[in-house]
């Protein structure tokens, strides 16, 4: 049962465009939302972050967008370069319980940025 | 330099040849973390730590065992080890929970 879904396994863009990234979710006890990338033979770093009392978070080129009603967030990255190429994975854990600690992944999106 | 290390970072080995994966932070973190990471499916986290002594179980932690006897240190141990946990694993670290998780450079492991 996949909790987070990332439904488009990859993305191509053009430099200078934007790259909007998608990310679903069913489970309505995730509160706080996280997107990471992945260089090959790296570990995957933090990117951005968001909390459901918000709709939006901002971070220079990289803007997160929640829709708590649809269950579905966003990334977008503007303008795209081509060091942005990467696997992107959003992640949700939820405020608390007896799942307090633990993070869900998606399946993740590679994203090619084209010079 | 601050950083999340993990040992070895390759390994073949075959069913039931019980081993363990280091993971070794040195950011004074209360939260660690163990994932795996397999094709179209993401990462899955198999167990996490929330201070020493305190571990509970991710979303697969069938097959793994982990212990936090100290805060620098978070071992994942196979037991048995079988094919399907044949995969690239991940440890990751925050200050506490809530906090931006650091990730290790990986270990990949294939079971014969």
């Known amino acids: 049962d996949q909790q987070v879904k990332q439904n488009s396994p990859s993305l191509s863009v053009q430099e200078g465009r934007i790259s909007i990234l998608n990310c679903d979710y069913t489970n309505s006890m995730f509160d706080y939302f996280l997107w990471y990338k992945k260089y090959p033979a790296e570990g995957p770093t933090f990117l951005i972050s968001i909390s459901s009392i918000k709709d939006k978070n901002e971070d220079g080129r990289f803007t997160v967008f929640l829709n708590k009603s649809a269950k579905h967030l966003s990334l977008h990255i503007v303008p795209s370069q081509p060091g942005d190429s990467a696997v992107y994975f959003c992640a949700a854990s939820p405020a608390g319980g007896t799942s307090y600690g633990k993070l869900t992944f998606g399946q993740g999106t590679i994203l090619t940025v084209h010079p | 330099e601050a950083q999340v290390t993990q040992n070895p970072r390759y390994l073949i080995t075959v069913t039931g040849k019980k081993l363990t994966v280091t993971c070794s932070q040195n950011?004074?973190?209360?939260?660690m973390s163990w994932y795996r990471q397999d094709p179209g499916l993401g990462l899955r986290q198999i167990y996490y730590?929330?201070?020493?002594?305190?571990?509970d179980k991710g979303d697969v932690p069938e097959g793994y065992k982990v212990s936090r006897k100290e805060k620098r240190n978070f071992p994942l141990i196979l037991e048995s080890p079988s094919p399907n946990q044949t995969s690239l694993y991940f440890c990751?670290?925050?200050?506490?929970?809530?906090?931006?998780?650091?990730f290790g450079p990986g270990t990949r492991l294939l079971v014969l």
């Open positions: 990751a670290s925050s200050l506490s929970w809530g906090e931006t998780q650091y």
């Open positions: 730590s929330m201070n020493v002594e305190v571990t």
């Open positions: 950011m004074n973190h209360e939260y």
